[in-house]
């Protein structure tokens, strides 16, 4: 499929109605994997968003990959958290990647996925307790991750631990799925974003040659915060102002269809409704104004740029718990079956509070710029 950077949005639309947004129901309902839409995302080249022209990508920037996340998020979250996470990685890989590992990403022969998250480190990504060490010529990793998107389907990891012998907070590897020594502590049986496939995975003595090491010995940090934090923050609050805007799409459909059988009148009829589905609007808007910001701070290098970097990801997913809960309201008994759609994108939208960096470790950070104190 020939898609161009001139002619991607009209192709992700044709793959959100066809593909996409009818696998939706049961990906969340049997907590399956979205094989078939990823395949059909890979095969239209829009893994490839934010990988150069160089390595066979469509070089749309961190904007143009933020819109398809929130496009395909207003569908399936499942699926634009798979998406998220391939593009962090990709992020990591078009710096630090060689030529064919950064080709196979943009093509979609290689879905990647980020491996920070440890129960020793919990939210504070940014400082692993997985070691690596030398053995025989190649590196030796010990860890615990406790959860990684992707984890049983993923084609390899960006991996972070301790640093081998340079100081610093941590080191960025490149870790084959496949890799003797990896277990995945899978299924997932979550509460939201079911087929997302986030599970533990533990390392015991797996083995990767030197030239794994994305990046320098000791420089994990500066990957995590330079490259991978803007990345997820953006793309996290794209995802979350897709799912506001899917269900506030069927929210308005059950309430405009939805009839009082002796009045003849519809909820939307109703001012109490109408105020309720204007404030879901509202909050999405808000939301999506502040990533549009974000983006053009990034952009422009701005002074604020972190600052909205933190605060976009913080206000998307605090939106995106307000807007959901005002959907399960304004459609009411109606919304706690599966028809209506809004109870899957309620469950889904729970997520991004509790992604690391965590909505409250995010409003720390936030506190600390503003009163001029370092965030680490």
């Given at each position: ?26 990906v ?10 990823l395949?059909?995302?890979a095969?239209?080249?829009?893994l490839g ?75 504070h990504?940014?400082a692993?307790?997985?070691?690596a ?22 084609t ?8 081998l ?37 533990s390392?015991?003595?797996?083995e ?13 940090f ?8 803007p990345?997820?923050?953006v ?11 899917g ?16 009045t ?5 009829d109703?001012?109490t ?42 206000a ?38 509790v ?7 995010l ?14």
């Open positions: 499929m020939n898609t161009t950077a001139g002619t991607y949005e009209s192709t992700l639309e044709r793959l959100c109605t066809t593909t996409i947004g009818p696998n939706a129901a049961a969340d309902r049997n907590g399956a994997f979205p094989t078939e839409s395949q059909a995302l095969s239209a080249g829009l968003a934010l990988s150069c022209a160089e390595s066979g990508g469509l070089a749309l920037g961190l904007a143009g990959a933020a819109g398809i996340v929130r496009r395909v998020a207003e569908e399936c979250g499942s699926t634009a958290m798979v998406l998220v996470m391939h593009y962090c990685g990709t992020a990591v890989l078009e710096a630090h990647g060689s030529k064919e590992e950064r080709a196979a990403a943009a093509s979609g022969a290689h879905l990647s996925t980020l491996a920070f998250s440890e129960a020793g480190s919990r939210s990504f940014w692993p307790v997985g070691a060490t030398r053995h025989n010529g190649h590196i030796r990793l010990k860890a615990d991750k406790s959860w990684v998107t992707s984890a049983s389907h993923a390899a990891y960006v991996w972070s631990s301790k640093p012998e340079a100081e610093g907070a941590s080191t960025i590897w490149l870790v084959p799925a496949t890799a003797p020594g990896l277990t995945v502590a899978g299924p997932f049986e979550g509460l939201g974003l079911r087929g997302n496939d986030s599970s533990p995975v390392a015991s003595d797996v990767v040659p030197p030239s794994a090491m994305l990046g320098g010995d000791g420089q994990g500066e990957v995590m915060m330079n490259i991978v934090l990345v997820f923050a793309l996290s609050a794209a995802c979350s102002n897709g799912l506001m805007s269900a506030i799409r069927r929210t308005a459909a059950h309430v405009t269809r939805t009839r009082h059988s002796d003849g009148t519809t909820l939307s109703l001012p409704i109408r105020n309720y589905v204007a404030r879901m609007r509202v909050k999405a808007d808000v939301s999506d104004a502040l990533l549009g910001d974000t983006l053009a701070a990034i952009a422009a290098k701005r002074a604020d740029m972190m600052l909205r970097v933190l605060e976009c990801k913080a998307a997913g605090e939106c995106a718990n307000e807007v959901l809960d005002l959907a399960m309201r304004v459609c009411g008994g109606a919304a706690f079956r599966k028809e209506v759609g809004v109870e899957r994108f309620f469950r889904d939208a729970r997520a991004a509070g992604m690391a960096p965590t909505t409250d470790i409003y720390d950070f936030i506190g600390k710029a503003i009163c001029g104190m370092p965030l680490f």
